[in-house]
């Protein structure tokens, strides 16, 4: 039995040192991914470190940008237009959101399937049918689903508003290949995504002329809830756990006190 349990938790420690390797040897990582990364800056999210929360507003914007622009290329196939309610947004407004788009129905009687107007329990529209359809339409490039991609990268939401604030002309005597775009942030730093977002492209309540790296930040934002939307019952459970442990430690600090005391 003994034999068994040291297996066990043999096979857990192994498996915890792969999950935390690429964390503590970021180069390995990269190495292995991309190659040498450059440096990304800490953007300093409201929802970064243990006590971090969302800005619903910010969310809220962020899923606009999503919509208007970044959906035109890239599907988010793990949401439904129903968890747009948890940013707040009401039920009238995920319902408009949901029917502005044509998503497939059932077939009829004769196997044809026509679009209809979406609904707040279907899936984030794909803006292609398929892989091959997405890959004609931007080069042989295929855009990554947008779900979970903060949670693929090492360096999560900085890098995400890295990425979509580091579009530069290239440097004197560096070139750039057709179809591609010199990036600071991406590894090798040629990209094939166009620069998406630029200044005063989109408009907000009170805001008629954001900033490229407000709108950065609220789409990332946006894209970091969609991949951890339990992000901040996480912190809190995390406090709750950290305060329940500090207890117990004075409790039994106080009770070692108490016998060591009897017994001398």
């Known amino acids: 039995m003994l034999r068994d349990w040291s297996k066990t938790l043999a096979g857990v420690a192994f498996a915890a040192a792969l999950a935390v390797a690429p964390a503590l040897v970021p180069g390995v990582a990269r190495a292995q991914d991309h190659g040498t990364a450059p440096e990304i800056p800490d953007a300093n999210f409201s929802f970064s470190g243990p006590l971090g929360t969302f800005d619903r507003a910010e969310l809220q914007r962020g899923a606009q940008i999503y919509l208007q622009v970044c959906a035109n290329c890239h599907s988010m196939h793990l949401l439904s237009y129903r968890n747009l309610r948890d940013i707040g947004l009401s039920a ?6 949901a029917a502005s788009v044509q998503v497939p ?4 009687d004769e196997g044809v399937v026509a679009d209809r107007p979406g609904r707040p329990t279907d899936r984030f ?14 080069g042989g490039a295929l855009p990554p689903d947008l779900s979970v991609l903060v949670k693929a990268r090492e360096e999560g939401a900085d890098y995400v508003h890295a990425l979509l604030t580091g579009y530069r002309d290239p440097p004197a005597g560096v070139h750039v290949p057709e179809g591609m775009h010199y990036n600071e942030f991406y590894p090798g730093h040629m990209i094939a995504m166009p620069k998406p977002l630029n ?7 009170g805001q008629d002329n954001p900033s490229l790296d407000q709108l950065s930040r609220d789409v990332t934002a946006f894209l970091t809830w969609a991949a951890e939307p339990n992000l901040e019952a996480r912190h809190s459970m995390g406090v709750r756990i950290v305060i329940f442990l500090l207890v117990l430690w004075g409790l039994a600090f106080m009770l070692k006190r108490k016998l060591w005391a009897d017994l001398h």
């Open 92 to 97: 009238q407004q995920v319902e408009a959101i």
């Open 199 to 205: 200044d005063g492209q989109l408009s907000f309540p």
């Open 105 to 108: 129905g059932a077939p009829n």
């Open 125 to 138: 529209r794909s803006p292609f049918p398929n892989e091959a359809a997405a890959r004609t339409a931007n």
